[in-house]
């Protein structure tokens, strides 16, 4: 941005026609010309003339160097403090329903799951994020990481009844606990997918909450599905593949009394929209603070006016120095 640092001294250019106008008088009155200025007699007028302009144009140059014509920069310095984030996922056999729809396709919990996991990160480039996949067991797909590309690869490489086909909740929840309590940074969350009940490992949920409290973690938990709808599987039978209706028990009580014990909250995702948009509630709700220092940075053109200035004045002595002799 260029500007003017004084431009109340551009009030000034309206009493330059009076500062000439006495100059010229006491000029008149303080000076005679004799034999050189004869010999531009027929040019006295054009001299006269010519030193006005010059003399305008100085102090029109030094008013505008007073009024400090520069160019400012600002620029900023952005630190992110960073949220970390652990997602645990729910890979038991039940998350291959197909009761979930994209694009008018039938997808199953899972697939969806990773869809908008996947736009989820997109969405916190400063935060670290790792991943924790459950059924029977609890593994670390990925540790607490900003390498988002590799996240990215791990997320999509999550399967079916990889970690089993049971639900052990109580021990995600202590793994995933496990891997923030000891990382810097007050902003700890986990955000808890699941469409069951925990029936499985030596964890009680509620604990490994109360456990995530003491260290200042935040739960959100995501039920996936409604309680006591049968919901449709493809199966692999004798008889090829085969649609399947089975029922799923989600344990939204559990799911709710976690949140509330660690002043996170819990969400209800019944089809791929409701998914995405509790996704994007929590993006919202979980901001990344950012500390901004402001330097401003400013390049002075003043002394191009003075130098031009310089140069008229210089001009003027030569000029009217070789063409006239003044005798005060």
Known sequence: MYRFENPEY???????PFILYYYEYLQKQ???????????????NFSLFLRLSINALILILIIFALANF???KTLTNTTARGINIIIALDSSGSMAAIDFHRKGREITRLE???????????????????????????????????????????VNRVELGMAGDSTAIGSALL??????????????????????????????????AKLAKEFGIKIYTI????????????????????????????????????????????????????????INDINKLEKTKFKVKKYVQRE?????????ALILLIFKVLYFYLLRVEIP
Not at 112 to 141: H, W, Y
């Open 112 to 154: 969806a799951l990773k869809s908008v996991v996947n736009d989820f990160i997109n969405k916190r480039p400063n935060d670290k994020i790792g991943l924790v996949v459950f059924g029977k067991e609890a593994f670390t797909q990925c540790p607490l990481t900003i390498d988002h590309e590799t996240l990215h690869f791990l």
């Open 10 to 16: 551009f009030l000034l250019i309206l009493i330059v």
């Open 223 to 278: 039920g996936i599905g409604t309680k006591g709808k049968p919901v449709p599987i493809i199966q692999n039978t004798p008889f090829g593949l085969r649609k399947i209706y089975v029922n799923v028990d989600l344990d939204d009580y559990t799911l709710k009394q976690i949140a509330k014990i660690t002043n996170g909250r819990y969400y209800n995702a019944q089809n791929f929209e409701s998914l995405e948009k509790i």
């Open 30 to 44: 303080l000076k005679f010309n004799f034999s050189v200025a004869d010999r531009v007699g027929k040019n006295n």
């Open 175 to 208: 793994l995933s606990i496990k891997r923030l309590k000891n990382v810097k940074g007050k902003s700890k969350i986990i955000i808890l997918v699941t469409d069951g009940r925990n029936n499985s490992g030596q964890v009680s949920p509620i604990i490994a």
């Open 70 to 72: 520069q160019k400012i």
């Open 300 to 308: 002075y053109f003043y002394y191009y006016f003075l130098l031009g």
